[in-house]
């Protein structure tokens, strides 16, 4: 298949691709499946996992009712961390440990979904904690074998966890994020109900929905699969495997669906429509990054969140600092796609005018500065900070950040550049702010 990606072309590029997903069910009202799929998966005790705003949502309780009618027991678990961290994932280690379950369903965003696939990957494969966490922050141990069966039932319209091998989480003692990968921790069913998202605020539906458009912007210009090295044993392909023609498939789809809809969704909790056409579009992104990989603006979020100073959006519970995963990714994006556009300005041009960008008359040395500048643009109709110094940065801290994201190889390495110390610190200056 031929690439225009040059830049990383290499003699023994890799000359296939995977496809993996977890197995999924959407539509309105499947929460309400979940006792059948626990049952047919042969699951007698379950934990149910969430965090404590959506304990006593409607959601769990649908859950919770359907898993009792059809006979499973349920141990249930309402302290997941929003944001998790390495301490948070330990605990509700310990919670699944103590509670003896054959079976984990979480019910939540990002952080509840990541936080189950990690206790089960630890009650199921004992280890210390380190020793699955990606190297050169852990020791990139691979996950010995197969997990108990987990049930996803995503309720943001964004990360696509229940689709990815991917946990994420805050190093406490790093200030930094970092994550564990591998398609063994991937859940075994997603059970997608669009229906969660209208009870979202709005602020959670604007981070989510950027989220999911970076992660489709980014699986889009990653790096060509057949650019990255043959892995020696075939069946250890990366999950960060490079931009391929089916998880070009989803980011097409996904980036058209977020340019209709994603400020619509953002408006108005009534706008039924826009909110779960969101939510299909979170769901092919995250089985096109699941498939591809993120780059360049993910792994620089990871220091943005990490080290964050005081800054405290709306819309979330915790009375301390935070800068949730979705801001943290989207206010690098536009800085990005200005610097790697000069590779493929094709793939740049297409992704702003699916996003709504007139692009009759860009040329290709101004494909970058369409994308960036329509990425600006959502930015602004939904309230988004305005770049690093937005969430409470300025360009004292570049150094810190960039210390912070350099070791992130598994994504700055899927990037269609090479980024080294010197590229990390340009990136970081052009996403200071926008407007
Ligand atoms: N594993 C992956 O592949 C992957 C990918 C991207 C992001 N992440 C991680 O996911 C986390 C962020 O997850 P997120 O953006 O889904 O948000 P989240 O899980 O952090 O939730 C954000 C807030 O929204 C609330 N909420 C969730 N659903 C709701 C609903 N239906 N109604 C009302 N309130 C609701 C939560 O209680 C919380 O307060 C981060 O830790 C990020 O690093 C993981
Ligand atoms: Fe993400």
Redesign the pocket.
Known sequence: MACCHTELELEQGDTAFNVDTSSITFGDGCLSEAGAVARSLGIKRIALMT????AT?A?VAKVEASLSAAGIAVARYDDVR???TDESFQAATKFAIDAKVDGFISV???????TT?AANLYSTHPADFLAYVNAPIGEGVAVPGPLMPHIAC???S????E??G?????LLAMKA?T?IASSLIRPTKALIDPG??????AN?VA??AF?VLS?ALESYTARHFHVRPAPADPTQRPGSQGANPWSDLGCREALKLLGTYLVRAVDSAEDVEARHQVMWAATLA?IA??NAGCHAP?GMSYSV?GMVKDFQPE????GEPIV???LSVIVNSPSVFRMTSELDPARHRDAASWLGADTADVADDEAGEALAGQIITLMKATNMPNGLMGVGYDANDIDDLVAGSLPQRRLLDNAPIQIDKVKLTELYQGALSYW
């Open positions: 965090d404590p705003v959506l949502s959601h929003v944001e998790p939540g965003g990002g952080s509840v979904i990541d696939k995503p309720t943001t964004g990360t696509g966890s689709c990815t991917i946990a994420v989480f805050d994020k994550g969660v998202t209208e009870t979202l605020p959670v981070a989510s989220d992660h995250g990054f699941g993910h969140a819309g979330w519970p915790l949730p995963h979705g």
